[in-house]
């Protein structure tokens, strides 16, 4: 398993974002000023982006890992990825989701409290 930030042609990844985000003018709104790290277990499976608040806060802003592999902790090693890339830079790591049960269990899972809704 690898995991590489992807600086160029983030628009390649259109089809995993749109899977966590409801559509493609949603995602230009942080895909260029954000950071995109995509996970790799002989081919690509998970894909993220985490973008800058202020200097003390960042969002992850999408993540998405295709259906077929879901449930094989590929999110789970992502978070713990990013949340490792930016331990030194920020303070806080927000992410913003809709209220489904499943997706607030995983990511309190990977250790996010929920704040406000």
């Known amino acids: 398993m690898r995991i590489e ?3 160029q042609n983030k628009k390649q990844y259109l089809d995993l974002l749109l899977l966590a985000d409801e559509s493609e003018e949603m995602i230009d709104k942080y895909l260029d000023h954000g950071d ?10 998970t894909i993220c982006v ?8 960042c969002e992850l802003k999408n993540l998405a890992t ?13 978070i713990r990825f ?3 890339y930016y331990k030194n830079d920020y303070k806080t790591m927000l992410v913003g989701t ?3 049960p499943a997706i607030l269990s995983f990511y ?3 250790g996010f409290e929920q704040s406000h809704r």
């Open 5 to 7: 930030k992807i600086n």
């Open 36 to 45: 995109l790290f995509a996970l790799y277990d002989d081919d690509l499976k």
């Open 50 to 57: 985490v973008a800058s608040i202020n200097e003390e806060t």
């Open 66 to 78: 295709y259906e077929k592999y879901q449930g094989n902790g590929y999110g789970k090693a992502i």
């Open 82 to 84: 990013i949340s490792d």
């Open 98 to 100: 809709g209220e489904t």
């Open 108 to 110: 309190e899972s990977c």
